[in-house]
């Protein structure tokens, strides 16, 4: 972005940490500032209260925050001025309008092709954990790989490089691929904002007088509780799944101790089993409360989806066309990368959107979150599933406003995973699990 002079007003479309950050900056310079975002609310995949307290502080210092909202068009009224007309209905003018929405690796014209150096589908260059291309004498480190975008991971990567090739000793980027637990107050503040995600951001902007204490870095269990339970949700550590300490603090460079209060903790919150003698596993559910799960979802998004048929505008079909072509984009077969799983999740929420019930959408988006991680399990079982096409059919049966054929298609679309995973012998029971 190249501006000669500070604008009166700013659209800034996007809810990620440099969004956030450029709304900061611009308020403080006295710009009007509105900040747009797709999503139920900023900062996706940081800390919950973190998200709600920048949010709260955005509010209070004049950035006006639009959620549920992404632009639809873009046009130039006769004083000069960009009109930005939202999905959501509203309309807004501002003199210039920034997108914050993504950043790809930029790799064209250097020829990596040309000396087979693999690359992954969004052109980030692939390197295993010595940041060692498939080409021997090539190595690649920081934003190019695509791993975790932000400045220590870079530099760390880069020490870990010299040690390995200059020194002989050889240092994998990250052990368990977290950076170093890292907080400093004052006007420009490093926060440690979810461990599970392994981010770092830096809120230089929040200023002296924010409650600073609110967001100080969480210790190490609590940390390591939120972490746990993202890898839980997600399936990388797997229903019925035994958890031993030594592996697990191994995985996450923690000790015991903290370990064990963690997973006490986990219990606690119904996601950890703990069993006299034999330690600590993933709970498992029963079939029944598989199934109850799955159900409930298939209802809850049904009552949205036909809410939207019925209410949604010209708006809502937009939406729902531009988050499906982003799924496109995302790419076929590339169901297990974030990218992917971040498209596919906007997807879902543009059908639902124009649902008109903010508590609907919450419990939907709960039920969301639980179901992910038996869908992502669902993708090891290799199958005749054309999910591209699936959304592709429940999108066109919701745009010729055919709720039921499109409420069918959602559940079973819903219910597909299940399936795979109930033919797989999948759940286990917890009784049988311990056996
Ligand atoms: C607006 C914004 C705010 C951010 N805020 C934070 C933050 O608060 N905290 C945080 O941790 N991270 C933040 N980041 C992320 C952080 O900037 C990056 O993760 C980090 O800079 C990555 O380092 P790098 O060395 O991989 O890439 P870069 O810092 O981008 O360096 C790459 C360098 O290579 C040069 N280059 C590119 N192509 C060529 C070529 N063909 N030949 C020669 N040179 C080339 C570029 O000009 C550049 O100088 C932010 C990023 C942005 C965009």
Not at 35 to 57: K, M, Q, S, T, Y
Not at 244 to 254: A, D, I, S, T
């Amino acid at each position: 972005m190249h501006l000669t002079r500070l604008p009166a007003s700013i659209i800034i479309a996007g809810g990620g940490y440099i969004a956030v950050e450029f709304a900061s900056i611009f308020n403080g310079l006295g710009v009007d500032t509105t900040l747009v975002h797709r999503g139920p609310n900023i900062l996706r995949g940081f800390d919950d209260d973190v998200r709600a307290h920048v949010a709260e502080e955005m509010g209070k210092r004049g950035v006006k925050v639009l959620l549920g909202a992404q632009h639809q068009s873009i046009s130039r009224a006769e004083d000069g001025h960009l009109v930005s007309r939202f999905t959501d209905g509203h309309q807004r003018d501002s003199e210039v309008v920034m997108f914050a929405i993504g950043r790809e690796p930029y790799v064209q014209g250097l020829g990596l092709q040309n000396v087979g150096v693999e690359l992954a589908p969004n052109g980030a260059i692939k390197v295993d954990e010595y940041s060692r291309t498939n080409v021997p004498s090539i190595w690649a480190v920081g934003d190019v790989t695509d791993r975790i975008n932000l400045t220590p991971v870079a530099i760390r990567e880069g020490a870990a490089f010299a040690e390995t090739e200059f020194y002989a000793r050889p240092t994998a980027d990250y052990p368990g691929g977290r950076p170093p637990l890292k907080s400093r107050a004052g006007t420009e503040i490093y926060i440690k904002i979810d461990f599970s995600r392994r981010l770092y951001m830096r809120l230089q902007d929040i200023g002296e007088d924010a409650d600073v204490k609110k967001l100080r870095a969480p210790t190490v269990t609590s940390a390591l509780v939120k972490r746990l339970r993202v890898d839980i949700i997600e399936g990388s550590l797997a229903p019925g799944q035994r958890l031993k300490l030594n592996e697990l603090g191994g995985r996450y460079g923690v000790g015991l101790v903290a370990l064990r209060e963690a997973l006490c903790r986990l219990v606690a919150n119904g996601l950890v089993l703990a069993t006299d003698q034999k330690g600590f596993s993933v709970l498992g559910v029963s079939r029944e409360d598989f199934l109850d799960l799955i159900e409930t979802r298939v209802s809850i998004d049904s009552l949205a989806l036909r809410a939207s048929i019925e209410k949604g505008g010209v708006d809502w079909e937009a939406g729902i066309q531009g988050a499906r072509h982003g799924l496109a984009k995302a790419g076929r077969g590339n169901e297990l990368a974030e990218r992917w799983e971040t498209a596919h999740l906007s997807f879902h929420e543009a059908l639902v959107a124009a649902a008109g019930s903010r508590r609907l959408l919450e419990i939907r988006r709960a039920l969301a979150d639980e179901t992910a991680r038996y869908r992502r399990l669902s993708l090891a079982f290799p199958g005749p599933r054309d999910i591209q096409g699936e959304h592709d059919a429940i999108a066109e049966a919701a745009l010729a406003r055919d709720a039921e054929r499109a409420c069918q298609l959602l559940a079973a679309h819903l219910r597909l995973p299940a399936e795979i995973l109930l033919a797989a012998g999948f759940p286990h029971t917890d009784q049988e699990k311990q056996q």
